[in-house]
């Protein structure tokens, strides 16, 4: 259990947040990193396991019909990077209170955000079944474009999209995968398919691995996908120091090295990666020497260090695989590092131009030697673990194709990779020390501020020596990507190897490289470039963009009409199709005519309330005639058996008559002329055609089926599996309650859109007075809205066995809140008081427990489970707790439907020029 114990202490975490910010501000950050400790010291106590060649796992039945399980499971491999996700998170916690100086709100979303990250990046690397993986896997691509996009500036909005469309793109690659690998394996297990890789061969092979591949670049990257990383540098230092050096962009080499062990032995898997890799390392080092802004450069480093990293893990033997381990730790350290410098110096300069930092070593030591430090290990430089991981990637290089000579031209574009990050790891160092301080009012930041970037630089620089510490656990994480052979030990110094020359042949090409800068810069700046990939992908999507709008222009047609006439000739159609080639229809079951002599009474009535709705001219006539159709419709259902569908259709009649009444409430009292007589006749004819073709349908199709054998099954066994005899209650509850959940947080969303659109209107508040309340109907609020409260309560707590339920029960509740709108515009007692957002979140969580709790008991997502009571208390099961989650979201929506119907129109004499809009419904 200590795996999903401390999956949920980081999510708690981010629960905590709000807390933390109101009680400590933006210093919020500091115990958020003591809680990453934590949770990284929780996994730690397992060291021992993981170094004994043991696993740590936890499982619970999810989708049991699929054999799918919410499963963790942790090896050396997922330690490794769980410890970076958490040890670097924790640096950028603290760094982040002398980072940020936005409101509370800012704060809040910065803090929340990038912990939910590293909760969802703990899932990834822990998650031991794909599904599992998969969802944790486009988490982190939706967090990353909310941290991208920076609440909505407009400068970072298109970046932000850019990186969410291409990280998903390639999710739906690894999704189609899974679905691949779970139909010709019959598994979604990951530890299940990684330890028997024979059973994937063949065509299925090459598609499920090149998938694999796409989703990796996707997400670390990689050649064509590079773009999105250096656009993705809009986000805030913090963002862009924690998901584009220690976690989101690692995803990727996490997922290679997880796979390798099922596909490196193919020479089309290890060749792409070697060659996408080394290409990627090349290019990137190439654009990131062209930048003048340090960001860019670190962007684009970053960009060129993947790369690296996927060309190694290509290699496919266990030196490559400890070698990738290693420089992923490294690359992790020193590029965090560097980023919160980067950080510092925009922050305390103004700028991030190198060309604007000169002699910055002069007013600012302590910031310029860390950036030296990080660069010292970034370019591969003694004592660093960064000078450890490049020598352990050359020897792997080396050794790639058995060590021959196409093994020895990947170590040859390794070193020329490598000689390039020289060079600009030079250029940045250089450009703060030479020449004359231009900006002397600069000062040394607090060493509150330095300290998060001092600790992993300094980290980055002892772990270079003292690299033996980490051996073990890199040993058992190469074992556990690729159980083949034996991994090298680590050790800094292995004596005089070829790896050893190629590092020295590194810091010599580097060198030279760096003292001719000036033609170096001018070859660069003279070789022509292609179009950006970046630009290539906007011109894409802006044709995407375009043709969606050409197909879709008839469905932006200013009134009803269009849409109403599409499904109904559509209905016509498909009963002309029917007619002409179906002949042999169902006989009957011979239960006697099923029409009665009351169902004429209900058509006569109901064909006279659609006449009169058809020439009404009053408004109010026809919102009345409208509920009377819908109430004969109520009492048809509940005469022919179905109650709880009659319930409903007459609680949304009643609360629409409300809704539409509070809509036209600013509007004339007579409707608008029909207006010219073609339409009308058209429309007529329609309308009659459709009439008769769902009328004949009825007719031939009523009394000649029997129950279905699913329906059949609910009403046998609904019961004794659930213990409610309502089975549609149970259905939408129990047996498909996860549909049920999606559906509540559409409307969930819908309500805080709702909420949002009010939120810029005026309203009067309640304690305005009863200027404009409506007497009559105050007089019925306060009658009948107690009684309607009680009976909504009654009718959700008996809905598993009586007619009733959440969705029936809110929608009562609403009513109430609709009539008290209508009485008191200016607000009605007791129900004024509700809120849709407060609404909202307590139903999510609800239900959201009530869908966790079967877990904790060993069963799976959403299953009905009992909670046991004292006697004299009604008897309480998750199932109860997740209709009551239902209940509070669906008045939700209609207390926002509400209070925004019950808002006048803005006008702009409302407010002074400039004044942001306020009040309104929340």
């Avoid at 950028?92 to 990046?121: H, K, N, W």
């Avoid at 490289?513 to 170096?520: A, Q, T």
């Avoid at 050409?550 to 009963?575: D, K, N, S």
């Avoid at 009535?605 to 819908?630: E, F, H, K, N, Y």
Wanted: net charge neutral.
């Amino acid at each position: 259990m200590i795996l999903a114990a401390t999956l949920a202490w980081q999510v708690g975490l981010a629960v905590c947040v709000p807390l933390l910010v109101r009680r400590f501000g933006r210093d919020a950050g500091y115990p958020l990193a003591a809680g990453y400790l934590v949770a990284a010291a929780l996994l730690l106590t397992r060291l021992p396991v993981i170094l004994d060649d043991r696993e740590v796992t936890v499982a619970w039945r999810w989708l049991p019909g699929l054999a799918v399980h919410a499963a963790l499971r942790m090896d050396a491999l997922g330690l490794v990077f769980a410890l970076l996700a958490l040890g670097v998170g924790a640096l950028i916690m603290a760094y982040c209170p002398r980072y940020l100086d936005g409101s509370e709100a800012e704060q809040q979303r910065v803090y929340v955000t990038m912990t939910l990250f590293a909760a969802a990046m703990l899932g990834l690397v822990l998650a031991d079944d794909l599904l599992v993986l998969f969802v944790f896997w486009e988490l982190t691509s939706i967090l990353s474009f909310v941290l991208i996009g920076q609440g909505g500036q407009p400068a970072a909005t298109g970046p932000a999209v850019q990186a969410l469309l291409v990280t998903v793109a390639g999710g739906l690659a690894l999704l189609t995968a899974i679905v691949l690998l779970a139909v010709h394996l019959g598994t979604t297990s990951l530890d299940t398919i990684v330890a028997e890789p024979e059973r994937l061969s063949g065509v299925p092979a090459w598609v499920v691995g090149t998938l694999i591949i796409v989703a990796a670049f996707t997400k670390s990257a990689q050649l064509p996908f590079h773009f999105w990383l250096p656009g993705a540098m809009v986000a805030i230092t913090p963002v862009s120091a924690y998901l584009h050096a220690a976690t989101m962009v690692k995803a990727g080499i996490y997922l290679l090295m997880r796979f390798s062990a099922v596909f490196g032995g193919s020479w089309a898997w290890n060749g792409t990666l070697i060659a996408v890799g080394l290409l990627t390392a090349i290019l990137g080092a190439l654009l990131a020497l062209r930048q003048y802004d340090l960001k860019a450069l670190l962007a684009y480093s970053t960009v060129s260090q993947l790369g690296l990293l996927v060309g190694v893990i290509g290699v496919g033997t266990p030196d490559a695989d400890a070698a990738a381990i290693l420089y992923t730790v490294a690359h992790a350290l020193f590029k965090a590092t560097l980023f919160m410098l980067v950080g510092i110096i925009d922050h305390q300069a103004g700028s991030r131009d190198v060309r604007e930092l000169a002699g910055l070593h002069r007013v600012m030591p302590a910031t310029v030697w860390l950036t030296a430090l990080a660069a010292m290990s970034m370019a591969g430089l003694p004592p660093t673990i960064g000078f450890v991981g490049k020598e352990a990637i050359f020897e792997a290089l080396s050794g790639a194709y058995g060590g021959g000579w196409l093994g020895w031209c990947a170590a040859g574009l390794g070193v020329l990779a490598s000689v390039l990050t020289f060079a600009y790891a030079a250029r940045l160092v250089h450009g703060m020390v030479e020449g004359p301080t231009r900006q002397r009012q600069l000062r040394e930041p607090s060493w509150a501020f330095l300290a998060p970037a001092a600790v992993a630089a300094v980290t980055a620089t002892v772990l270079g020596p003292t690299v033996a510490v980490l051996s073990p656990l890199v040993e058992r994480a190469a074992d556990d990507a690729r159980p083949e052979g034996t991994p090298p030990y680590l050790a800094f110094w292995h004596g005089f190897t070829p790896a050893l020359g190629l590092s020295v042949l590194t810091v010599l090409l580097g060198v030279l490289m760096f003292l001719g800068r000036v033609r170096v810069d001018r070859w660069l700046r003279s070789v022509p470039t292609i179009p950006p990939f970046a630009e290539l992908f906007e011109r894409a999507r802006q044709a995407l963009l375009h043709a969606g709008s050409f197909v879709a222009r008839t469905a932006r047609a200013p009134g009803p009409a269009p849409y109403l006439a599409r499904p109904l000739l559509a209905t016509v159609a498909l009963a002309t199709v029917a007619a002409v080639t179906l002949s042999d229809v169902p006989a009957g079951l011979g239960d006697g005519d099923p029409a009665r002599p009351g169902d004429w009474l209900l058509l006569g009535m109901l064909v006279t309330a659609l006449a009169g709705l058809l020439v009404a001219r009053s408004a109010l006539a026809a919102i009345g005639l409208t509920g009377v159709v819908g109430l004969l419709l109520s009492a048809w259902f509940l005469t022919v058996g179905a109650p709880d569908v009659a319930l409903t259709l007459m609680l949304v009649e009643v609360l629409t008559a409300v809704v539409v009444m509070l809509a036209l409430r600013q509007q004339p009292p007579r409707l608008a002329p029909v207006g010219r007589r073609r339409p009308v006749v058209g429309a007529a004819l329609l309308a009659a055609a459709t009439g008769v073709a769902a009328a004949a349908g009825t007719a031939v199709l009523t009394g000649r089926d029997r129950v279905s054998g699913p329906g059949r099954w609910y009403l046998d066994r609904a019961e004794a599996l659930t213990g409610g005899a309502n089975v549609v209650n149970t259905i939408l509850v129990d047996f498909r309650a996860l549909d049920t959940l999606g559906e509540a947080v559409v409307l969930a969303v819908v309500a805080l859109g709702l909420v949002r659109l009010a939120a810029g209107r005026p309203v009067e508040p309640a304690s305005t007075g009863t200027a404009g309340d409506d007497l009559v109907l105050g007089l019925a609020y306060r009658v009948l809205a107690p009684v309607m409260l009680l009976a909504s309560a009654v009718l959700f707590l008996r809905g598993h066995e009586e007619t009733g339920g959440g969705f029936i029960g809110a929608l009562l509740a609403g009513t109430a809140v609709g009539l008290g709108q209508l009485a008191h515009p200016g607000g009605a007692p007791l129900l004024s008081r509700l809120r849709s957002a407060p609404l909202v979140a307590a139903g999510l969580l609800t239900a959201t427990v009530a869908a966790l709790v079967p877990l904790a008991a060993g069963r799976s997502l959403l299953a009905p489970l009992a909670l046991g009571t004292p006697d004299p208390l009604p008897s309480l099961s998750t199932s109860l707790l997740f209709d009551l989650g239902i209940y509070l979201m669906v008045l939700a929506l209609v207390v926002a439907a509400v209070r925004r119907l019950g808002v006048p129109p803005a006008t702009p004499t409302d407010l002074p020029t400039g004044q942001p809009e306020t009040g309104g419904a929340r």
